[in-house]
């Protein structure tokens, strides 16, 4: 880990290459989110003005939409964690032959596009309808499905890293009964892998717009869309704030959880 | 004995299948729940591909989707769009890739990268249909600086971006982060210790990517192409905020099928056609998983 700069001196065609590259393709993924900046700050005459990002605040609608998509996150996240978290850690511990059947079903949604699992969830939602009066919340029951990939692999890196059997083993001969060692054994020492999981689907949630749009929810990404056939000046700024939002999250995030993003990296090489 | 649980005495046996069947039985909330909610609505569609109106079966809807013009159309256009994204996101990313894997692995430019990447790659959709209509757009920052401090009209005013031409720009610059995630463990499994070897041995680092690096990254790169095509291929958000007129590829489509619903005789079109993605995307992930085999020889 720590030798692994290449000696610098004798590539130095390379170095040059290098930031060629970073600047050149780092300058092309820029570009576009400097734009919005720009865009959004545009006022009359040539002059920069916050009024577009001023407006996000007074937009009844918009403001209830970041709400409703901010529940629906914290919904997810609840549900993820209660289906995924007992479940492999139980294959993990009691089912081993069942962890390649798991894995599967929690990797399929990305063989199946959203704009496919939609067509095929209509017809479930309304019944959904019927029963939850069309509220908006009852989209965590297909997010969750959305989330299951990136939770799946954040949660299994998660069981990986410890060695879950033998900690059972010795919680269970103190006496613990299964639930105990599940919450107060594994669900701390994977922590690192519950939040990483956890900020990915709230990432997912609060970008998703596919299913959300056809099934006629109003939620963040969706008024987004509208507000831009009406004011794109505002639709620009929301739009840039929740990249950042993510961002952000997805950077504290990795630096907090042990080990972060390079875990796959440390587990493989010590293998 | 008694611990190799080969054979347990009689009297357990009957509880001893019971425990066992009650240990199967505390994953079955998780299965009820992929169920209903994910092999469920792939099952209305495959099953609703081969019915009509009514519920016969029948094969109508795929000839419709497999034979009128504007199907056959737009699922070429999502193909060749599909193609050109991937192998254009493909490179452009593992360049970044490389750049990135050549500094410090615990650096702010390692973990800015990555992070920006998941954002833009994963979760971007509809926001970044707006990146790039305040970019090239009709009032966009590049349209604009063009025409007004330039004096030229090469970008036609940013009609171009609502176009086929428009979704490949920006969906390469979706593909390109999520190469950089998919790339980066693969080119950070390069040894130093190979580049040593080949260098020790007179080699240059042209003859070090034509011998070693690029013979070991080839599967990986090519597995990531695969990916990439089937992400271009399934992606609907950015499409749908950019194109309000017409639905030049297969996902918009499919939103046609869905609001208009039943152009009398077509009520399941729309199925064929999701049917139709997941037969394209099955193809593609196959091989995907073929060529992933490979390529974690090296990544051990």
Redesign the interface.
């Known amino acids: 880990m720590t030798s692994a700069a290449p000696s610098r001196g004798r590539r130095r065609p390379s170095v040059i290459a290098r930031w060629l590259v970073l600047i050149l393709v780092g300058g092309y993924l820029v570009l576009p989110l400097f734009a919005m900046l720009e865009f959004s700050t545009r006022g009359p005459g040539g002059a920069r003005t916050l009024d577009a990002w001023t407006a996000i605040g007074s937009d009844k609608t918009l403001v209830g939409s970041i709400i409703v998509s901010l529940e629906l996150a914290a919904l997810t996240v609840i549900g993820m964690i209660l289906l995924l978290v007992p479940t492999m850690s139980w294959a993990y511990l009691r089912v081993p032959r069942a962890r390649r059947i798991i894995e599967f079903l929690c990797l399929l949604p990305l063989a199946i596009p959203a704009i496919v699992i939609v067509v095929g969830i209509a017809p479930i939602y309304r019944s959904l309808n019927s029963v939850f009066g069309g509220s908006a919340l009852t989209l965590v029951f297909v997010d969750i499905i959305l989330v299951l990939p990136y939770a799946y692999r954040a949660i299994d890196g998660g069981l990986r890293s410890v060695d879950v059997n033998t900690l059972a083993d010795a919680a269970r001969s103190l006496g613990a009964g299964w639930p105990r060692v599940i919450a107060q054994i594994i669900v701390p020492n994977i922590r690192g892998g519950i939040l990483n999981a956890s900020v990915l689907a709230i990432a997912l949630v609060l970008g998703e717009f596919t299913i959300s749009s056809l099934l006629n929810f109003r939620v963040l990404q969706v008024v987004i869309n509208l507000l831009g056939k009406r004011n794109a000046f505002t639709s620009v700024a929301v739009s840039l704030a929740a990249l950042i939002f993510a961002f952000l999250l997805i950077i504290v995030i990795s630096r907090l959880a042990p080990g972060g993003g390079s875990r796959g990296r440390q587990a493989a090489e010590e293998e | 004995m008694d611990q190799s649980g080969a054979g347990p005495a009689p009297s357990e046996a009957g509880s001893n299948r019971l425990r066992r069947a009650g ?2 039985l ?2 079955l ?3 009820v ?2 169920g ?3 092999l ?6 495959a099953v ?1 591909a081969f019915q009509d109106a009514e519920g016969g079966v029948t094969l109508a809807n795929l000839q419709v989707a497999l034979t009128q013009k504007a199907f056959v159309d737009a699922f070429a256009r999502s193909i060749q769009l599909s193609v050109v994204t991937a192998l254009a996101g493909a490179l ?2 593992g ?2 890739a ?3 894997a ?5 650096g702010l ?1 390692r ?6 990447s ?3 790659a ?7 249909a ?6 090239f757009g009709f ?4 349209t604009v600086f063009i025409d007004d401090v330039l004096g030229l009209d090469v970008l036609s005013g940013g009609t171009w971006i609502y176009g086929l031409t428009g979704l490949a720009v920006v969906y390469t ?1 979706f593909q ?2 999520l190469m950089v995630i998919v790339f980066l ?1 693969a080119i ?2 390069l040894r ?1 210790e190979w ?1 040593d070897a080949s260098a020790s041995l007179g080699g240059s ?1 042209w003859a070090y990517w034509r011998h070693v690096g690029g013979p070991i990254l080839a599967p990986s790169f090519l597995g990531a192409v695969l990916l990439l095509f ?1 992400n271009a ?2 992606a ?2 950015t499409a ?2 950019l194109v309000s007129q017409g639905a030049p590829i297969i ?1 918009l489509q ?2 046609t099928a ?2 208009s619903e039943v152009i009398l005789g077509q009520a399941n079109v ?2 064929a056609l ?2 139709g ?2 037969v394209v ?2 193809i593609v ?1 196959a091989f995907y998983a073929v060529i992933q085999r490979r390529a974690s020889k090296w ?2």
């Open positions: 240990t199967v505390a994953l909330p998780f299965f729940y992929i209903a909610f994910l469920l609505p792939t099952f209305i569609v609703g452009l990313g360049l970044l490389w750049a990135v050549a500094g410090n692995p615990d430019l973990h800015v990268v990555v992070a920006a998941g954002v833009l994963q979760f971007g959709g509809v926001m970044l707006f990146a790039f209509l305040a970019t009032n966009g920052l590049v610059y390109i982060p463990p950070e499994g130093k580049w680092s089937t291929f399934s609907y958000a749908a905020a996902p499919i939103r869905l609001s729309g199925k999701a049917l993605m997941v995307v099955a992930m990544l051990r």
